[in-house]
């Protein structure tokens, strides 16, 4: 059977919609991961500790999960349970502290503020089929390893059959930016309510900012 994935993100505007931002100085980062093909930068400048963050409270509790631009926090209820069941790969769980939750609606103070692991999706689990996927690329891929390329729009992803080694959390080869998790991963979410959590199957998964719709060289994109 072919290996199911989703692409991860929070619920923009449910219950447990948060964002969280980071106390630090501008220095308080390591060195950008290049591809080991073509020396391209294929991170974001890594967070180095003390991890201290602020957390803006739009719903109405704070959840299991707040998505990060590189980085994203899972509650420790969350971490427990990855860590128990043996799924593979999110780098970190380095713990943070929150200096201070901002509720940004009208609303009574969250009941509960758990703890958080910064955690970091690893990069190149799986890469893009890009003949059977919509993506709208700025620039075309250069090196077949990383792929890297600015991305313009997303209608609908396949995975390269055969690319995946097994992880259940990762950064895809082609899809910079987004979250992709296994069904495995996605059965686990089910099962403990984790909430926050929003997994869309990324045959079916759309993004576009812009409406610049498919690549024109797909059925149904224009150039
Ligand atoms: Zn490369």
Known sequence: MV???????????GVHDAEFGRIDDDDNVGEAARCPRCGDFISMLPWLPPYRV?????GQELGDFMRGVGNSLVSERFA???????LRRLQGFHPVEVRRVRRQRRGPKPSIVPGYFLVTPVFGSAAVDEARS????SSPITCN????????S?????LEQGSWNGDDIFTARGLPG?????????????????TNMKLTPTEEYTWDPL?????????????
Do not use: M, N
Not at 145 to 152: A, I, M, N
């Open 54 to 58: 602020t957390l803006d409270l739009y």
């Open 211 to 223: 409406r610049r719709g498919p690549p024109p060289s797909t059925p149904g994109g224009q150039a």
């Open 178 to 194: 987004s979250i992709v998790v296994s069904k495995r991963f996605a059965d686990f979410v089910a099962r403990h309510g984790f």
């Open 3 to 13: 290996p199911r994935f989703f692409v991860l993100k929070d619920e923009y505007r």
């Open 80 to 86: 427990e349970a990855f860590r128990s069941e043996g």
């Open 134 to 137: 919509c993506i709208r690329r």
């Open 145 to 152: 390893w990383c792929r890297e390329t600015g991305v313009d």
């Open 154 to 158: 997303i209608h609908g992803v396949v």
